[in-house]
């Protein structure tokens, strides 16, 4: 697969791999004193190939031919680059050799980090190569501009006023910013309402607003005031009993997306949208156009140019929308476009699979996911059932000493899988090239573990007897780590 590079000191790095390697570094800064650096990351075939030359013609550090599968440095490893040579800032040789107080530091905790510190494992000992062992395959993160920033690019004042009022009275913020691009712009001005108070009268201020509404209970035809151009009498009397003040612009606006909120109805279908609008300003095409704008609006916040081809979030996006949809019985539309519908819906799956809630698909939830694709079942519903005992907890604390940095909470998702398959590579003869699912090589590993350490007697089957020794080092485990 082709991976994602962040540059760290002039060398390609894995995305993860690289933000693996600077906690680790942040962390030895702190411990020692010295700052952590690459010496070399990934490499191309050729270049392997030139190392592994120079090797074999008495010239270079001991070096593998690319097409090795241990050869970890290099781009087209059917594991990913994970290898690292690493220095650091010191005088002396630190980290690049073994025995001293640098690199005691990066053996003892590499594995925290994800890393294996394997170049002590090599014929000719190199301390400074270290290799990931992790999940790869990260995206590079793009900074995304802030909502306001997409606001003010799209031609709003007051941005960040327009999404605090928004957010204050839970209206969708594409709608919010459509409603205030078709009333002043987020400008707090006075509207240019025929034969109105003010009309044209320029900046609110709290003296004019006074005067204003007194010409309007007078008798005066009233006119638009601020941001979301508030003009009906009777509003101004509302906001004034609810403490809310008209010339202020979150307080205009807090009260015209709060309409909005009540023309919607818990809705955002189109139809809503238009309607609502209609109701907004009293004139249908004022919904249909508010309609047009929303969308707009959307895709600005996806982070997209409305002119521009769909980004590859949006590609991503609409295939959770798909698996959603067949997979989950989600009855959403495949458009790449993470609305509201869609945000319910990764809700719903989110609460199956046990992670937070939220509606926003990050990393907990795409692990969750994950080992739902593998086992067909919820992580939580898993979470006492891979091994078929009642409680996890104490074999998560064993995959904490080996990277797990999740919580101990007996729900046995992708990070505890790992660090538990960790483990059993490192002391069970779990092969190295199996993965971190159970299955019946990974029993075996367990049996070697139960008969060494605690008194189980019987084959590699996961029977009842197994499965009372594995409660047994499960409760010890969870009791004593
Ligand atoms: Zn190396």
């Known amino acids: 697969m082709a991976y994602e590079y962040t540059n760290i000191d002039g060398h390609r790095v894995e995305v993860n791999v690289a933000k ?41 550090n001991l070096a593998l031919h690319p097409s090795s599968p241990l050869a970890y440095h290099v781009e087209t490893n059917p594991s990913g680059p994970r290898a690292l040579d690493i220095h650091d800032s010191g005088d002396d ?12 530091w990066i053996k003892a905790n590499a594995s925290k980090y994800g890393f294996d510190p394997a170049g002590y494992g090599f014929s000719q000992v190199e301390p400074w190569h270290i290799e990931y062992r992790g999940q790869i395959g990260g995206k590079v993160d793009t900074p995304k501009p802030s909502a306001a920033q997409v606001l003010e690019a799209g031609g709003l004042v ?16 594409a709608i919010a910013a459509a409603v205030i691009q078709k009333e002043s712009g987020g400008r707090n001005v006075f509207g240019h309402d025929a034969g109105g108070a003010y009309h044209g009268g320029g900046e609110v201020t709290e003296a004019k607003y006074k005067d204003f509404i007194k010409q309007v209970r007078g008798g005066k035809t009233s006119n638009g ?7 009906w009498p009777a509003f101004f009397d509302e906001m004034e009993k609810a403490g809310l003040k008209p010339w202020v612009p979150l307080d205009n606006m807090k009260y015209g997306f709060r309409l909005m909120v009540d023309y919607l109805g818990g809705k955002t279908t189109d139809a809503a949208i238009r309607n609502a609008g209609k109701r907004y300003n009293g004139n249908a095409s004022y919904g249909d156009d508010l309609l047009v704008k929303v969308k707009e609006w959307r895709q600005r916040l996806a982070g997209r140019n409305v002119s521009s081809a769909p980004a590859q979030g949006d590609e991503r996006m609409a295939s959770r929308q798909r698996f959603l949809r067949h997979d989950r019985g989600e009855d959403i539309t495949v458009d790449g476009w993470d609305g509201p519908e869609t945000q319910a819906a990764v809700k719903r799956y989110q609460t199956f699979l046990g992670v937070t809630a939220d509606g926003i698909w990050g990393d907990a939830t795409e692990a969750a996911h994950l080992v739902f694709k593998q086992t067909g079942k919820s992580p939580k519903v ?7 005992i009642v409680n996890v907890e104490g ?20 990070g505890s899988a ?4 960790k483990f059993l590579r490192g002391n069970h003869g779990y092969p190295a090239n199996q993965n971190d699912v159970l299955g019946p090589v990974m ?24 499965r009372a020794a594995l409660t047994k080092a499960n409760d010890a485990n969870k009791r004593e780590l």
């Open 382 to 388: 898993s979470s006492s059932n891979p091994f078929g």
């Open 158 to 173: 007051n941005s960040t006023i327009i999404v605090k009022a928004a957010s204050a009275v839970g209206l969708d913020l």
């Open 93 to 104: 040789a630190g980290v690049t050799v073994a025995g001293n107080v640098r690199s005691h």
């Open 225 to 231: 005031v601020g941001p979301a151009q508030i003009t």
């Open 443 to 466: 029993w075996a590993a367990i049996a070697r573990w139960l008969r060494g350490r605690w008194g189980y007697v019987g084959n590699d089957v996961p029977g009842p007897v197994m």
């Open 20 to 60: 693996a390697f600077r906690e680790m570094a942040a962390d030895f800064q702190k411990a020692t004193g010295y700052s952590l650096h690459v010496s070399d990351g990934t490499r191309t075939w050729d270049e392997q190939l030139d190392f592994w030359e120079d090797y074999q013609a008495g010239k270079g």
């Open 395 to 414: 074999l998560q604390k064993i995959a904490a000493l080996y990277g797990y940095t999740g919580r101990i909470d007996n729900i046995w998702g992708s």
């Open 418 to 421: 790992a660090g538990f398959a």
